[in-house]
């Protein structure tokens, strides 16, 4: 089975982007200052401990420069670079709904004035929203392809204190039914290779899949400068999934998918400079050709066996 008139075995983002857009559609990531309660002491000030000072962000902008000014620079660049035509406005860096309603409807409302711009995305955490923030969220979909990704991580309260995040398994399903009740498109992030067994990962993957979520990031935990990871790492107490292993296991977890779900990402964390391990997680093409090949060995595909 194929998805989107590809040759993709699952439901790829940029393919469904396309598809109901009728051309590629670039993400503009954005930064507009957030911090973090994991990070600003409300919580704890360490943040969570795969977290690097960036708050997983790409660091192609700078939030000394206006919202309107990063979608201009992205647009141009691109444009240039791709010949691209239409864009989503991403707030990737830390929790971006951490800031009062009003002040988040100027930033929101900022990264949308640009006819070109289609959808938005937004990044943050379940302990991170309201009635308030996903009332004015909802108010976007009418016109923009409109998204909020939570990072779940995990379903396991003990992964989630491990990793410090700071809240449980019930605080993402409440947030995640609310959000639901608002009719936002969700994405779900999740992390393989949180010091848990094979098994305890799959028990994530079929209760994620029966939540029937509109999209799915999945990570490789890595290792990137200044976490607490990458300390744990240098001392020998953490070990790294094989790229073998990670491809193994995304098939897996593509499998008990539902069809329906976009795939948002498979591959690739964290800038190359920053990566201190697995080195092979900076090899994104070559991991994701890895996965359709075994897909195709197993000549399985999303869904198969939700």
């Given at each position: 089975m194929f998805f989107n008139g590809t040759d993709k075995?699952?439901?790829?983002?940029?393919?469904?982007?396309?598809?109901?857009?009728?051309?590629?559609?670039?993400?503009?990531?954005?930064?507009?200052?957030?911090?973090?309660?994991?990070?600003?002491?409300?919580?704890?000030?360490?943040?969570?401990?795969?977290c690097d000072d960036g708050g997983s962000f790409s660091q192609a902008h700078s939030n000394q420069i206006t919202i309107e000014e990063q979608i201009l620079t992205g647009i141009e660049n691109l444009s240039k670079r791709f010949k691209a035509q239409k864009f989503m406005s991403y707030f990737q860096a830390f929790t971006n709904t951490y800031k009062p309603v009003k002040e988040l409807e100027g930033i929101y409302n900022a990264a949308l004035k640009h006819p070109d711009i289609v959808g938005i995305s937004i990044g943050t955490r379940p302990?991170?929203?309201?009635?308030?923030?996903?009332?004015?969220?909802?108010?976007?979909?009418?016109d923009y392809y409109t998204w909020i990704e939570y990072g779940l991580q995990s379903v396991h309260n003990k992964t989630l204190e491990w990793i410090n995040r700071g809240h449980d398994y019930d605080c993402f399903l409440h947030a995640y039914e609310k959000t639901k009740n608002y009719g936002i498109n969700i994405c779900i992030h999740l992390i393989l290779g949180l010091n848990e067994t094979y098994e305890e990962?799959?028990?994530?993957?079929?209760?994620?899949?029966?939540?029937?979520?509109?999209?799915?990031?999945?990570?490789?935990?890595?290792?990137?400068?200044?976490?607490k990871i990458a300390e744990l790492y240098n001392k020998g107490e953490l070990e790294f999934m094989s790229e073998d292993e990670y491809i193994n296991l995304c098939c897996d977890y593509l499998e008990l998918l539902p069809p329906e779900t976009t795939i948002h990402r498979l591959a690739g964390n964290g800038l190359k400079k920053n990566l201190v391990a697995p080195r092979w997680l900076g090899k994104k093409l070559d991991a994701l050709n890895k996965i359709d090949r075994e897909l195709e060995r197993r000549n399985s595909w999303q869904g198969c066996k939700f």
């Open positions: 075995r699952y439901n790829q983002y940029s393919a469904h982007l396309k598809q109901k857009f009728g051309a590629k559609v670039y993400k503009i990531t954005l930064d507009a200052g957030f911090s973090c309660p994991n990070r600003d002491g409300t919580l704890s000030n360490c943040g969570c401990i795969f302990d991170c929203i309201d009635d308030g923030k996903l009332k004015l969220i909802s108010g976007y979909t009418k990962m799959m028990e994530t993957v079929r209760k994620v899949a029966k939540l029937e979520p509109e999209g799915v990031k999945i990570h490789m935990l890595c290792a990137l400068e200044g976490t």
